[in-house]
């Protein structure tokens, strides 16, 4: 029997996921945790590399002996185990994968939290107390029991916690467009909406000019390695910080116009990095390119998990000819200043709007919504170990 089949469109369920960042002050014994778990993750490494373990339940069974030698609660074999496999599974790594920085991943059932007091496992019945610090940005998590808990992240300077929920995505009454470029976020909306976000601009800006800070100390402090790597830390963490924020309040605009408005959000799939040099003006440096495609795809992620988390659909789009073709359907005609003429309406356009345009125009591929994102938000001093062993930043 099929006979509901024809009632109104079936809403869709995501499962939606968001990272919340705490502060705290690491107690001293906590330093030899996250030595010992750096450790265990890197064993576990070299054990599924020999043994070439087909899941992580294999090489929970290989490396299980070695890493019960540490002493600690069976809780950090898993997990070493799980962070090692997703490491050694990543298609991308180019060398032997080495886990430098010390740190501590525990799944749900491992810890317990009530209110801002967080309890640790160490060795079997010994536990640790850390305590939070939270904001009222940070309560609502911790004290909505609606959210589910995932896992626990624990560095010298945060605490991270995954909290996820199911979210039904709403059925849009309108879409807007995004073109995402080196500049600016530029959104167009079915309502004649249009606005820029500029506040990108100023991301590569940020990044280059620490980029000529990090050359200086390196260039300065050669002789010393212990403080170099201490002063290139801290201008890592600030460099973070100013381009990570930058970018919350851009894409923090673009979901709330969007939530505000019922509408949904469409988005260019980003397609490597030659497209970018395509996108901007002149065809920059490498550094400027890179760079470029990680602010890109920063931006696409936050917009991806923040639309999630609140129930707004988005969409990737075909990008083909967003900024070749007048919505009437002729080719465009390239002049000065990222300006762009149509014949047929005798039309100037601005480059941005006439993409976000197109954009916003786009079908919907399969009218299939997004997954929620897997990772959400990240941790403001980039508490996040896995994600920079996928970008291939942490050496040995
Ligand atoms: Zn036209």
């Given at each position: 029997?099929?006979?509901?089949?024809?009632?109104?469109?079936?809403?869709?369920?995501?499962?939606?996921?968001?990272?919340?960042?705490?502060?705290?002050?690491?107690?001293?014994?906590?330093?030899?945790?996250?030595?010992?778990?750096?450790?265990?993750?890197?064993?576990?490494?070299?054990?599924?590399?020999?043994?070439?373990?087909?899941?992580?339940?294999?090489?929970?069974?290989?490396?299980?002996?070695?890493?019960?030698?540490?002493?600690?609660?069976?809780?950090?074999?898993?997990?070493?185990?799980?962070?090692?496999?997703?490491?050694?599974?990543?298609?991308?790594?180019?060398?032997?994968?080495?886990?430098?920085?010390?740190?501590?991943?525990?799944?749900?059932?491992?810890?317990?939290?009530?209110?801002?007091?967080?309890?640790?496992?160490?060795?079997?019945?010994?536990?640790?107390?850390?305590?939070?610090?939270?904001?009222?940005?940070?309560?609502?998590?911790?004290?909505?029991?609606?959210?589910?808990?995932?896992?626990?992240?624990?560095?010298?300077?945060?605490?991270?916690?995954?909290?996820?929920?199911?979210?039904?995505?709403?059925?849009?009454?309108?879409?807007?467009?995004l073109d995402i470029n080196?500049?600016?976020v530029?959104?167009?909306?079915?309502?004649?909406?249009?606005?820029?976000?500029?506040?990108l601009?100023?991301?590569?800006?940020?990044?280059?000019?620490?980029?000529?800070?990090?050359?200086?100390?390196?260039?300065?402090?050669?002789?010393?390695?212990?403080?170099?790597?201490?002063?290139?830390?801290?201008?890592?963490?600030?460099?973070?910080?100013?381009?990570?924020?930058?970018i919350?309040?851009v894409t923090?605009?673009i979901v709330?116009?969007?939530?505000?408005?019922?509408?949904?959000i469409k988005m260019e799939k980003l397609r490597?990095?030659?497209?970018l040099?395509?996108?901007?003006?002149?065809?920059?440096?490498?550094?400027?390119?890179?760079?470029n495609t990680w602010v890109f795809g920063e931006t696409q992620r936050q917009t991806d998990y923040k639309a999630a988390?609140?129930?707004?659909?988005a969409y990737y789009v075909?990008p083909?000819?967003?900024?070749?073709?007048?919505?009437?359907?002729?080719?465009?005609?390239?002049?000065?200043?990222?300006?762009?003429?149509?014949?047929?309406?005798?039309?100037?356009?601005?480059?941005?709007?006439?993409?976000?345009?197109?954009v916003?125009?786009?079908?919907?591929?399969?009218?299939?919504?997004l997954?929620?994102s897997?990772e959400?938000?990240?941790?403001?001093?980039?508490?996040?170990?896995?994600?920079?062993?996928?970008?291939?930043?942490?050496?040995?």
């Open positions: 029997m099929h006979a509901t089949q024809t009632e109104s469109t079936p809403r869709r369920v995501v499962q939606a996921v968001k990272s919340i960042s705490f502060r705290y002050v690491a107690p001293a014994e906590l330093a030899s945790l996250f030595e010992d778990f750096r450790s265990m993750c890197n064993d576990a490494v070299r054990v599924a590399i020999d043994g070439k373990p087909r899941s992580r339940f294999g090489l929970i069974e290989l490396a299980y002996p070695r890493l019960k030698e540490y002493g600690l609660h069976t809780h950090y074999i898993l997990s070493a185990c799980e962070v090692a496999y997703s490491v050694y599974r990543n298609k991308n790594r180019k060398r032997i994968p080495y886990i430098g920085k010390g740190f501590i991943k525990l799944d749900n059932q491992s810890y317990q939290l009530s209110h801002l007091l967080l309890r640790i496992p160490t060795s079997a019945r010994n536990f640790i107390f850390l305590t939070l610090g939270g904001s009222d940005y940070h309560l609502p998590f911790i004290d909505d029991p609606d959210l589910k808990r995932g896992s626990v992240t624990i560095t010298e300077r945060s605490v991270s916690i995954a909290f996820s929920k199911e979210v039904q995505t709403l059925e849009p009454l309108g879409y807007i467009g080196e500049r600016n530029t959104v167009s909306g079915t309502d004649c909406y249009e606005h820029k976000f500029d506040e601009g100023e991301v590569v800006e940020i990044k280059e000019k620490y980029r000529e800070i990090r050359a200086e100390v390196s260039k300065k402090i050669r002789g010393d390695r212990r403080i170099g790597g201490e002063l290139l830390a801290k201008y890592g963490r600030r460099e973070k910080n100013r381009t990570t924020q930058r919350h309040s923090k605009g709330s116009y969007a939530e505000r408005n019922r509408f949904g490597g990095i030659r497209k040099y395509r996108k901007g003006n002149g065809q920059g440096p490498y550094f400027r390119g890179r760079m988390w609140l129930g707004v659909p075909n083909r000819g967003t900024s070749s073709n007048c919505p009437c359907g002729s080719r465009v005609v390239t002049l000065q200043d990222r300006k762009l003429y149509c014949p047929k309406c005798d039309k100037v356009w601005d480059r941005d709007d006439l993409a976000s345009k197109n916003m125009a786009c079908a919907v591929p399969q009218a299939r919504p997954r929620g897997d959400g938000e990240r941790g403001d001093d980039g508490s996040n170990p896995q994600s920079r062993w996928g970008e291939g930043k942490l050496g040995g």
